[in-house]
């Protein structure tokens, strides 16, 4: 390979605290009417004076120890000014000189193998607020309105080293991330809702030539899938054009979702002066040893320890202890399932393959089952009531009405047949007709038992117990020697 690919992020992710950064308006206002969660503060009316919100600093700080940050014990906030019609203030606050926090990193995993993701970086700001074209599109609509509802609302901005070096560690790198953020309930980490946005900064090096491409930031991949998309896009254009010898512009590109490929939004252009300055209405914020060692103290179980601990402890593969507890949801109910069946890898893999596919499929992230369905279908299975192919038959229904199994299949009319005269006589019924099979059975063809067993699931329809048709058959054939 002679080509590197090299990759940084900035993400934002959105704090769900209740109110605003630095006022008291309520913060969650994704389905609210627009400019109805809206003061004197956070539109920057003469003479209206911000308070910080103490939730923002401890969640900001509960991300950055999650990010194995350094904390600082003093940090600042500062103004950035520009001009833009979201923005009514004229500025925003932000932490530029002195962030809360620097230095972590985390780990990922890539086909089984961990690599380290410095983070250079992480601050507080505030959220600008946000304009609504008509027609949806900024090129054709006659006007434009702002809604201020976002204005204010708290920001952890996270910028990591350029440690990535493929579209497909990027993605993974903001899922992993995305994981952290829901375990700390911090935030919800909705992408499709703006949550958590992420922008790219790509370039690619030609190793042969030890020239390095300039970089291309990559803007508007609001899902998972497409920041891998836009950045396999972004690098496949890199590299083309340094094997035709073309100069890579430095410029900002977003993803166009209808047409699947990057296009330029703004040119060369010089490093904008944004004329940073200490803000002046909030005094510094300085974070105690004891206020730290607090919020350590009360920090979740995070996913890279709970792979870890069921490993240990439930004796699973680090696959299934990575896939689990990627959703703390689904690590959750794992653990309670495990509880009422003690039985760890069954109920991983059912829960890997069978439920996972169920989510897959509808969509969802929400698990409509409780523990007691899943134990039920595994004692029904148990008891030999039904096969594993039935259960995996039954189980969407189970999963999308949230019926339990027994009820399933009593209104399906599936119940396994365990009545061993019943099966005897269907045995018995074969050996008669078949006066040869039990002949060639006698002279050594043991496999011919196959046959036996296949003639009882024909005339039950296969809901016969599997391992009693087998007992049984084997029981005649031997007895009839
Ligand atoms: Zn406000």
């Known amino acids: 390979m002679s080509y590197r690919t090299v990759i940084g992020l900035e993400i934002h992710v959105q704090l ?3 109110t605003k950064a630095f006022c008291s308006c309520r913060a969650d206002v994704f389905e609210l009417p627009p400019n109805t969660a ?30 194995n940050c350094e904390i600082h014990e003093y940090s600042r ?3 950035k000014n520009y001009f833009y019609p979201d923005l009514p203030k004229g500025y925003q606050i932000t932490q530029y000189f002195y962030p809360i926090a620097t230095s972590g990193y985390l780990d990922i995993d890539i086909d089984g193998q961990t690599k380290r993701v410095r983070i250079r970086r992480l601050h507080i700001e505030e959220d600008a607020g946000k304009l609504v074209h008509e027609g949806d599109s900024i090129t054709q609509a006659q006007y434009s309105l702002v809604d201020m509802n976002r204005c204010g609302i708290p920001l952890v901005e996270i910028v990591t080293e350029p440690d990535l070096s493929s579209p497909k560690e990027a993605r993974l790198f903001v899922e992993k991330l995305r994981t952290i953020l829901r375990y700390l309930e911090v935030s919800t980490g909705d992408m499709e809702k703006g949550a958590l946005r992420c922008d790219a900064n790509i370039s690619v090096v030609d190793e042969l030539k030890d020239i390095q491409s300039n970089r291309v930031e990559v803007k508007n991949m609001n899902s998972f899938k497409f ?6 896009y972004e690098q496949q254009r890199i590299i083309e054009a340094l094997k035709n010898g073309q100069n890579v512009e430095k410029e ?4 166009d979702l209808s047409s699947k490929i990057t296009i330029s939004m703004r040119g060369k252009e010089e490093e904008s002066d944004y004329r940073y300055f200490p803000e002046p209405d909030i005094p510094p914020v300085i974070f105690s040893k004891e206020r730290l060692e607090h919020i350590k103290s009360s920090l979740v179980e995070l996913p890279d320890q709970k792979i870890e601990r069921f490993i240990e402890f439930y004796k699973i593969p680090r ?6 507890a990627m959703n703390k949801e689904i690590a959750d109910f794992y653990e309670a399932c495990v509880k009422q069946t003690n039985k760890p890898k069954e109920v991983s893999n059912w829960i890997m393959t069978e439920m996972l ?24 299975m148990d008891k030999g009531e039904i096969s594993i192919k039935m259960a995996k038959e039954i189980f969407p229904e189970i999963f999308r ?25 269907i045995v018995r019924k074969a050996m008669t007709q078949n006066p040869k099979a039990v002949e060639q059975y006698k002279s050594g063809k043991t496999n011919i038992i196959g046959y036996f067993i296949g003639q009882v699931m024909k005339e039950t329809k296969g809901s016969a117990n599997p391992q009693l048709v087998n007992d049984i058959v084997k029981r005649l054939l031997e007895g009839s020697t």
């Open 16 to 18: 769900m605290t209740k």
């Open 38 to 67: 809206i003061c004197p503060v956070c539109t920057g009316q003469p003479g209206a004076l911000p308070v910080v919100n103490s939730s923002m600093i401890d969640y900001a700080a509960k991300i950055a120890l999650a990010l």
């Open 77 to 79: 906030f500062d103004r």
């Open 227 to 232: 920041i891998e998309k836009a950045l396999e």
């Open 252 to 255: 900002t590109r977003g993803w």
């Open 319 to 324: 696959y299934d202890a990575t896939v689990l």
């Open 357 to 380: 596919r169920e989510m897959k499929q509808l969509e969802t992230e929400q698990i409509s089952i409780t523990p007691m369905h899943i134990s039920e279908l595994f004692s029904l």
């Open 401 to 425: 009405t949230g019926k339990m199994p027994s009820q399933v299949l009593e209104e399906r009319g599936m119940k396994q047949i365990s009545d061993e005269k019943f099966i005897e006589q």
